[in-house]
């Protein structure tokens, strides 16, 4: 009798678990709450280990000597003891041996389309950025959200930040923007764009690139 009470609680039990609706995971998850940027970081591989060495990183689409740089390269980079982020990996970006370099990539949203249109997605574009000692170089990260046909809806931007900014110290501080995603928004276009100032190697530093959306609860 025991048994059989109990086989009839477990039965009713699996019955009803089963009759609660599981929302399944559309492709447009994806999109929310996690950074949209591939290697944002600068780690995917080996970074430069020196002022002359160029190392592309992967995932971006890059002009100029754009390269990943590791974290104590030798030309007095800054090291994994400079200001920056606490959770820094070994690389950075920075912009090599020329006046001015880029570094980009698009990332599609038309999986997220309904949501967008809807109203509601809010980005944080953030990034560190930093350069070297009295030195102007300087980076700066921009977002771009387009449309289907390619047409520019929005914009926003963090950085440069220059010297003075820095207080003359070699290493990175964090940056932020944020804002609403426009509706009709199908595709956001990260670029970083480092410029040199003064010397012969572009200082222009940046990492942690990160782009989020968040979808209204």
Known sequence: MIMRSFFSVVCVAFVLAAAIPV????????????NLVVNGDAEAGTGASSDSQIVKPSGWTTTGEFTAVQYGASGGFPDKTSVGSSDRGNNFFAGGNVATSTASQTIDLSAGGSTIDAGGVTFVLSGW???FSNQDDSATV???FLSGSGAVLRAATIGPLKAADRKDVTGFFQRKAMGAVPAQARS?????????????????????ISLVLAKKS
Request: glycine residues 10%; positive net charge; charged residues 25%.
């Open 129 to 131: 950025l930093g350069g």
């Open 188 to 208: 956001a276009r990260v670029v970083i764009t480092a410029t040199r100032f003064a010397g012969r190697y572009n200082d222009a530093y940046s990492d942690d």
């Open 142 to 144: 921009s977002v771009t």
């Open 23 to 34: 929302r399944a995971q559309t492709p447009s998850d994806a999109l929310f709450g996690k």
